[in-house]
């Protein structure tokens, strides 16, 4: 059976912008639109001066953070280069030297047109250097 049959909505992949270096990624939901996260996917490339500890926040249309999600159990190694993935029934792994990374959302995290996703990062500086934020959601 389908994810349109399924969940009631058809699949759908957003990717942000490529944010420059010391800078969050951040996705906007559509106005008028409902989405259900699926997961959300991120690299982040750390330099040799930061320590960088990668949250999923949601804000809302007001610019007011209603949660944040942590990436990891710690934070990232300087030099060090990782994904992290947030989706349902994940295990939390703990960052520091790991190149991949994985954290727990909630199966019911859903957004509102207006609504931001993005990474709020502890010990974010110059040298932390994100790729673009991937959002696979159903849109309802």
């Keep these: 059976m389908s994810a349109n049959l399924i969940m009631g909505g058809k699949p759908h992949i957003a990717v942000s912008a490529d944010p420059a270096a010391g ?4 996705i906007t939901v559509p106005e008028g639109a409902t989405w ?4 959300a996917t991120i690299v982040c490339a750390q330099g040799a001066t930061q320590t960088p500890w ?3 926040a949601v804000e809302d249309a007001d610019g007011t953070q209603l949660v944040a999600f942590p990436g990891a159990s710690d ?7 990782s994904s ?3 989706a349902p029934g994940l295990p939390t792994t703990a960052a ?3 190149t991949v990374n994985t954290a727990p959302i909630p199966p019911t995290l859903l957004l509102k047109g207006g609504m931001k996703v993005e990474t709020a990062t502890d010990g974010i500086g110059a040298n932390t250097n994100y ?10």
């Excluded at 800078?23 to 951040?26: M, Q, V």
């Excluded at 259900?36 to 997961?39: A, E, R």
């Excluded at 790729?131 to 309802?140: D, E, Q």
């Design 131 to 140: 790729g673009p934020l991937t959002l696979w959601v159903i849109a309802l």
């Design 23 to 26: 800078a969050e990624a951040s």
């Design 54 to 56: 990668p949250y999923l």
């Design 36 to 39: 259900l996260v699926v997961s």
């Design 96 to 98: 520091a030297a790991l």
């Design 84 to 86: 992290f993935t947030w």
């Design 75 to 81: 934070d990232m190694d300087a030099s060090v280069t």
